[in-house]
Nanobody, 123 residues
Framework: VQLQASGGGLVQSGGSLRLSCATS????????VGWFRQAPGKEREFVSA????????YYADSVKGRFTISRDNAKNSVDLRMINLKPEDTAVYYC?????????????????WGQGTQVTVSS
């Protein structure tokens, strides 16, 4: 399973971006998908996740109310819409996936990873 993350960029504080995670894997609809991020000098941290059907979404406290995750199984893609971005959101963002119906915030629980996309928020 190969994941392709895109949509990162440079925005000012308060701005918005939409990240996308796409795959050609036919089994995508059987995969729990998450977004993680890693800032320089920091550990990778959970950002958001979405279940197989797209009916349950999970968010880190730091992004609740600002980020929205969604998926389109017909297009094999998961989006992460980010609004009201803050400088502390600056990081490389990774999408990840696992064959499971269970929610997890642990990066070690995800078997497949995209290459990462840089998000930089200037103050």
């Amino acid at each position: 399973v190969q994941l392709q993350a895109s949509g990162g960029g440079l925005v000012q504080s308060g701005g918005s971006l939409r990240l996308s995670c796409a795959t050609s894997a036919r089994a995508f609809s059987s995969m729990f998908v998450g977004w993680f991020r890693q800032a320089p000098g920091k550990e990778r941290e959970f950002v958001s996740a979405i279940d197989l059907s797209g009916s349950s979404m999970y968010y880190a406290d730091s992004v609740k109310g600002r980020f929205t995750i969604s998926r389109d199984n017909a297009k094999n893609s998961v989006d992460l819409r980010m609004i009201n971005l803050k400088p502390e959101d600056t990081a490389v963002y990774y999408c990840a996936a696992r064959f499971s119906t269970y929610y997890s915030v642990r990066s070690s629980s995800y078997n497949y990873w995209g290459q990462g996309t840089q998000v930089t928020v200037s103050s």
